[in-house]
């Protein structure tokens, strides 16, 4: 398994504003990835993120809104840019498991974020 | 085009009840399934997940599911529910490399005393 701490939990946002939210893993892993749980909705992957290259976006999501930085095998921040109440979503960080447990996603516990 | 269906959105039992939640998926490759359950305030945590052989798998706190190909199917089940079982859950299915998952929109489990 795999330990994952988000920062912030969760925050209240003015619009127009960027938010930063940092994840960290215990230990070294190929990709992280960054989804999306809009209020009362499901999970919506928005990236994954590799060290050493740019993400790879999903449909719908792009880098100018969601900037992602992975500087090392343990960390990578999304920023959430030029927010607007749409943008108020719990977003998790997650790692794929490894060996057997490959295909297996292990989440953080989620950044809440409300833009006003 | 890869989907997951969980076609009840809420579902109350009461306590030492028996639980069906129901999960369809439609995915072009041999699929991974997961079922995660996601208390209030906490992330997802994994219950169980079936990549091959028996079709009946088994998880923690005492939940299994079915792997149904022929009905696209991937039904979790508990045979007694305990009033810390409320929460929301997700059937997920995935191709078992990328890391990418595809979510069904949940289903929220109330649990009456």
């Known amino acids: 398994s795999a330990v994952i701490s988000q920062k912030p939990s969760r925050d209240i946002c003015q619009r127009g504003t960027s938010l930063t939210i940092q994840c960290q893993v215990d230990?070294?892993?190929?990709?992280m990835f960054w989804y999306r749980q809009q209020p009362g909705q499901s999970l919506t992957l928005i990236a994954t993120?590799?060290?050493?290259?740019?993400?790879?976006?999903e449909s719908g999501f792009v880098i100018d809104k969601f900037p992602i930085s992975r500087p090392n095998l343990t960390f990578s921040t999304l920023t959430v840019s030029n927010m607007s109440p749409e943008d108020s979503s719990i977003y998790l960080c997650s790692v794929e498991g490894r060996g057997g447990l490959a295909g297996e996603l292990f989440f953080g516990e989620g950044s809440r974020l409300t833009v006003l | 085009a890869q989907s997951v269906t969980q076609p009840d959105i809420h579902i109350t039992v009461s306590e030492g009840a028996s639980l069906e939640l129901r999960c369809n998926y439609s995915?072009?490759?041999?699929?991974?399934l997961f079922w995660y359950v996601q208390s209030p305030g906490q992330g997802l945590q994994l219950l169980l997940k079936y990549f091959s052989g028996d079709t009946l798998v088994q998880g923690i706190k005492g939940f299994e599911a079915e792997f149904k190909r022929s009905q696209s199917s991937f039904n979790l089940r508990k045979p007694s529910v305990h009033w810390s079982d409320a929460a929301e859950y997700f059937c997920?299915?995935?191709?078992?490399?990328?890391?990418?998952?595809?979510f069904g929109q949940g289903t929220t489990l109330q649990v009456k005393p």
């Open positions: 230990s070294q892993v190929t990709m």
């Open positions: 997920a299915v995935g191709s078992g490399n990328t890391g990418k998952l595809i």
């Open positions: 995915y072009g490759a041999t699929p991974y």
């Open positions: 993120a590799n060290q050493g290259s740019e993400a790879t976006y």
